[in-house]
């Protein structure tokens, strides 16, 4: 078993690449996040997120159903115990896309119990600024600046991960991250 977590600023391509990661390798699986968000266009219950109010989220929170949670642009995100050991159980390679203070609180709580691999996504300001645009979500002038000015703090955090990968090239990253896995699953066995 092992947690491959992808990080970078909202645009940097994370949900894309853990869906390409999906389709592409038996072993794989997702881990849905928790979001008091609306869906956007084409994001259905239980793939990427499971949508719940911000009422739910936090009574969740005060039940201490996530092993951690983030309000966000917003908006609550959270890990849920109860996904997460049972994803663990099933013994896959479970890809999951979360910010820079989950990733922070994730390994704080389960780097002594499982194996974990961390890469930050990351993504030029001009780049981000233009995906963010064409992402369909509508987002305002205001939201893209919001999300925009998050890329220095999420930046400051890169010392972190195990791996940084400039995703400029969606095909190259995929290939590098999957032999980031690879790798790291040979190294798990000796």
Same mark, same amino acid.
């Given at each position: ?15 894309? =690449? @853990?869906? #390409?990661?999906?389709?592409?390798? $038996? ?7 928790? %979001? *008091? +968000? !609306? ?21 969740? =929170? @005060?039940? #201490?159903?996530?092993?951690?949670? $983030? ?7 959270? %890990? *849920? +115990? !109860? ?108």
């Amino acid at each position: 078993m092992m947690l491959v977590i992808l990080s970078g600023v909202s645009g940097a391509g994370k949900d894309t =690449i @853990k869906k #390409e990661l999906i389709r592409t390798m $038996d072993e794989v699986t997702s881990l849905p996040s928790y %979001t *008091s +968000r !609306k869906p956007r266009p084409g994001e259905e219950e239980g793939d990427a997120y499971h949508f719940i109010s911000k009422e739910e989220f936090e009574q969740r =929170i @005060k039940e #201490e159903e996530f092993y951690e949670y $983030d309000l966000h642009h917003e908006n609550y995100y959270g %890990t *849920s +115990r !109860k996904l997460l050991n049972e994803k663990i159980e099933s013994g896959k390679i479970i890809v999951k896309d979360i910010e820079v203070n989950g990733t922070q609180n994730l390994i704080r709580l389960l780097k002594d119990d499982t194996k974990m691999v961390t890469i930050f996504l990351k993504v030029n300001e001009q780049e981000l600024r233009t995906r963010l645009k064409n992402r369909g979500d509508n987002l305002s002038a205001e939201e893209i600046d919001l999300r925009i000015g998050r890329l220095k703090y999420e930046e400051s955090k890169i010392t972190n991960y195990d791996y940084v990968i400039k995703n400029d090239n969606f095909e190259k990253t995929v290939a590098i991250i999957k032999t980031i896995i690879e790798q790291e699953k040979k190294l798990e066995k000796e």
